[in-house]
């Protein structure tokens, strides 16, 4: 069974509950693979005795009406996990262990999962190259010293290289999309409200939520169900019908109205993606769906109003990492030097900028010519996209205005990095569910995705699509484990 | 018990010939009462241990969210219907943004341009008549922890058992003009929410607490002066301290020729004098903005009327209905409605007993007694039965005011049946009138001289007679025939 790796998701599932293989064996893969990809730093904590454990305790009493029968899975260090240490991928963090579940772990546990270990992330989900990580850069197995996106880019990584079978990571501005689409793996961010936030440190409350990051569709429709719940313990969480997203997965699209909005063609876009847009779009026609222009006039304002909202959510969510109750504190002659010095020291670079533009933009005097028109355009972009909901079923762009880069490439241009988030970043704002599936590669090789985007609560809609142009695309990830000795 | 002084005295500040009018206004913040915090589930109990009352939430642990206490957004509507108040429909949580170490979350969260309750009115029983003052809003917020100072010479300790308590800020017009409509305010908003059961108006737990807003300004002056803020007194002897204070130094500033900068003091309760803790220029930016966390809070008509429909009757109601139904005065029934344990007392004595003398009885005697005891009239030791049975012997004729008087403070020990100490110590009045003619007559027989003098005029010797009555009756005669029998034969 040296293929255990190889299998997907689902496949996992099944040969557990035909009991053709055991969990034991499953995480023990997984673990092993883990082990020998250090190099990857996809791990910022490790839970591979617990798991382990846990998988035996399986095996001796399993049961197979779980969704997630034995099944290993590592998580992104966003979730609180329950004694397993938490970090946020931030040093403020750094030793800090929740005696408390994540909702969205919890539905993973009660479902049979087994948490194995905790992935690296850009420190408090802000970055989109895993490089703010306090725990250091993460490889894409794709190519060596090549970014694997972020800010949810320990578990592209991880994924990728087949440590887990699949993950969870959250999305605040693309943070699981655009690391699926560096990665050719599949990323979905399900619609505001249909992951509960609770237990997951929060970066900006009104766009943050929680998704699968899986090989296939398939395997995140199955994620889908487990995670989605309505939880009371969040006020933001709605309490609508969730649908049996694998059951009711089909690839027939038929019938189905596609918009392709213009303003989405950005300039200096490579070639490549402009062709693989159209090639998923000639795969939507040949299924029977139909192709139909849009306009989401707004578009280009999305960028700046994320870049406001955000910060301002953000410097005042993480308030909260004082030194005063928990995490890390520096000695201060007085408490407000006490505060400082915690903050200085505990926070990186990317987090105190946010931090500046968020105080900043909230500030009296500033308030109204940032924050307010912020949230005004953040409703005409919202708006935008209920026009052209009354035209089409789903919209299909590119998911990335361009394919993984080097590390260190961008990090001393934070702009030229927030513009790698322009295609995902207006379906956070409008609290909409999109999918990155992997479409293509660029020149140099590098994966490309495409991005079906759905209405509200839509998901079994975009999953079908997506699922109809995965198995149209032949698409193939080129990992050939170069840092495994 | 205090009483209304008898007059409403301007409260004017005078200097050189000038005379200065005071403008307060008052942010009240008021305790709601309940069993959990606002927006999580811990108990809110006082006096438990430090750090006790605290969920992960309280303390602002990674990933805690908060979720409205439903039953405390019905105690602010309670209030807001109680103050006569505009009920939002649609009110908007924000976070307030500042870092101290007792608010966990470095933010507390507080209504700010969209408060749940809007304008509504307070009426104040003042000597000479009413006076309504405005209310601005109420809105509902998150108390803070407790940081302790002085336990620890090194280290400032932090309870957060009051962490995420709900607060109730009851904002005023600034329509107060003195001191004793400062109590009478204070008092009035106390009564109401009492009545309402949604404060329990204790002060010195810290229920009630008030940032109070002073201004003056020239007698007749129509504009508002600059105002300054004491934050957080809590108590009424310290509000009308810190406030005769305040006018007296903002009149001196401008009488010498200065202006008043708006700023925020501190009261110092132990020099009586208040103190600039910063001002505007230094003013936090609390960088308001709705929470992300909680949605708006959108209110249904029905959700209202049902409250509506549950409102108890009101002190200004109470108040009417005592003076229409139990022919009172306004005055005697302000005092009997201001405290929601005292109308009740009085309405379970004056069931059963005569009306006119339990309120006598009840603002007399038993202020005074509990007064003297320093007892609330929910500890009294004479109980609403045991009163309406004394106040029966008295109106039946069975015993005299005076004996009435002895019998009460007997009853005082321990709640006795007033009926019984009547019959064990014989203290029945004396009503025969021909044991009380025996009496008299051997009183006119031992008295020859006084009753010639009083025959050729001196009227007060009549005093004499019916006093002598008395004692040799051992006080139990009944005046009333006392007096017409001495009549009879005197004249």
Known sequence: MSNIIDLKLFELVEKIKKKEISSNEVTKAFIDRSQKSKKLNSYITENFENALQKAKQFDEKPDFNKKLPGIPLAVKDLFCTKNIRTTAGSKILENFFPTYESTVTQNILDEGGIIIGKLNCDEFAMGSSNETSFFGNVQNPISENLVPGGSSGGSSSALAAKLTPATIGTDTGGSIRQPASFTGTVGLKPTYGSCSRYGIVAFASSLDQAGPMTQNVKDSALMLEVISSYDNKDSTSVDFKRGQYLKDLNENIKGKKIGIPKQYRVDGMPKEIDELWKKGMKIIEDNGGEIIEINLPNTNYALPTYYIVAPAEASSNLARYDGVKYGFRSKGKNLIDMYEKTRSEGFGDEVKRRIMIGTYVLSSGYYDAYYLKAQKVRRLIKNDFDQAYKKVDAILTPSTPSSAFKIGEKTNDPVSMYLNDIFTVPINLAGLPAISIPAGHDKSGYPLGLQVIGKAFDEQNILNIAYSIEKNINFKNNINDWWIN | ?491
């Open chain 2, 1 to 491: 018990m205090d009483k209304l002084s008898k007059e409403n005295k301007e409260y004017l500040i005078k200097r050189n010939t000038n005379e200065y009018e005071v403008v307060i206004g008052l942010e009240v913040h008021a305790q709601v009462l309940s069993e959990s915090k606002l927006f999580s589930t811990s108990p809110t109990k006082f006096g438990s241990e430090p750090n006790t009352q605290v969920s992960l939430v309280d303390v602002a642990f990674p990933g805690m969210l908060p979720v409205i206490n439903e039953f405390c957004i019905k105690q602010a509507i309670k209030t807001g219907i109680g103050l006569n108040a505009k009920i939002n429909k649609k009110s908007i949580f924000d976070r307030k943004n500042y870092f101290y170490a007792d608010l966990p979350q470095g933010y507390q969260i507080s209504q700010y341009k969209n408060p749940i309750v809007g304008e509504g009115t307070v009426t104040l029983d003042l000597p000479n008549g009413e006076k309504k003052i405005g209310i601005e809003r109420l809105h509902l917020e998150q108390d803070a922890g407790k940081s302790i100072h002085d336990i620890d010479p090194n280290n400032t300790l932090v309870d957060l058992n009051r962490s995420g308590v709900a607060l109730m800020e009851i904002v005023s017009k600034p329509d107060l003009r003195s001191l004793d409509e400062v109590n009478s305010y204070i008092k009035k908003l106390r009564s109401i929410m009492r009545y309402l059961g949604t404060c329990d108006g204790n002060m010195q737990e810290g229920s009630l607490r008030a940032d109070v807003n002073v201004s003056v300004r020239k007698k007749g002056s129509k504009e508002l002066g600059t105002r300054c803020e004491i934050k957080n007194v809590n108590s009424i002897k310290f509000m009308q301290m810190a406030i005769d204070y305040e006018a007296n130094r903002q009149v001196d500033v401008i009488e010498e020729g200065g202006s008043i900068d708006q700023e925020t003091r501190l009261f110092d309760t132990k020099k009586n004098e208040t103190r600039s803790m910063r001002s505007k220029e230094d003013a936090h930016d609390y960088r308001y903005f709705p929470d992300p966390d909680l949605l708006p809070l959108e209110l249904d008509e029905n959700f209202i009327n049902d409250i509506k429909k549950n409102i108890p009757e009101l002190p200004d109601e109470k108040k009417k209905r005592f003076i229409e139904k139990f022919k009172l005065s306004p005055y005697e029934a302000n005092i009997l409605v201001s405290d929601i344990d005292t109308s009740k007392f009085f309405e379970e004595v004056s069931k059963n007993s005569d009306v006119k003398l339990a309120t006598n009885w009840i603002t007399g005697e038993l202020f005074a007694l509990l007064n003297e005891k320093n007892l609330e009239i929910t500890e009294s030791p004479i109980s609403s039965k045991n009163l309406s049975k004394l106040i029966n012997l008295i109106k039946k004729g069975i015993i005299s005011g005076k004996i009435a008087k002895t019998i009460f403070e007997l009853m005082s020990d321990g709640d006795k049946d007033p009926e019984k100490i009547v019959e064990q110590k014989g203290l029945k009045q004396q009503s025969d009138p021909k044991e009380l003619e025996k009496i008299i007559d051997k009183i006119i027989s031992e008295n020859p001289k006084n009753v010639e003098l009083y025959k050729s005029g001196k009227d007060k010797l009549f005093g004499f007679f019916v006093g002598q009555v008395m004692k040799s009756s051992g006080g139990k005669a009944n005046p009333q025939l006392v007096n017409e029998i001495l009549k009879k034969k005197l004249n």
